[in-house]
């Protein structure tokens, strides 16, 4: 079984991401993300499942968000506000178990023309979300401006999940 252990090192790869702004941004909660990209433990229908860049840019935007207290966090309060008419991006974790507790949200987000996007990691999301708990679903909810402080992130974001979506 050494190949199939070599074969998970493999696949593990550990990114650092850091904002695109270096500007006056000085909370420690801002400066780093780190996540490990690992698809091995991912289940069979998180798909659209983002690339490493792709779920390096949700997580800078997962964070950014939730400094701006912009995001809906948890299966119950997402369904709620998506029921309720919020827009925004859905970001879902893949690893998430039993997977029944997350494959009505895709349809969900199809009904209501929120564009969705799978993560490999529910531990990755929480932590970008400034808790210790790993969250399975993430609503960022759509900027009201263009001066908000997470606009830039959202839009890239949700411009490659539409991508993504298409292919």
Do not use: W
């Amino acid at each position: 079984s050494l190949f199939s252990t070599a074969a998970s090192l493999l696949s593990l790869t550990t990114i650092m991401a850091t904002p695109m702004d270096e500007s006056k941004d000085t909370s420690s909660k801002d400066k780093e993300i780190s996540f490990v990209y690992d698809t091995s433990i991912v289940s069979v229908i998180a798909q659209p499942l983002a690339s490493k860049k792709l779920a390096k840019k949700c997580f800078k935007l997962v964070n950014k968000a939730t400094s701006a207290k912009a995001t809906k966090r948890g299966i119950k309060e997402v369904v709620k506000a998506l029921r309720k008419g919020s827009k925004g991006v859905c970001i879902i974790a893949g690893n998430v178990s039993p997977i029944d507790m997350i494959t009505h949200l895709p349809v969900l987000c199809e009904d209501k023309g929120v564009p969705y996007i799978y993560v490999p990691r529910k531990e990755d999301l929480g932590s970008a979300a400034h808790t210790k708990r790993p969250t399975s679903v993430i609503l960022v909810l759509t900027p009201p401006s263009a001066e908000v402080k997470y606009h830039k992130y959202f839009t890239e974001v949700e411009s490659g999940v539409k991508e993504v979506q298409i292919q």
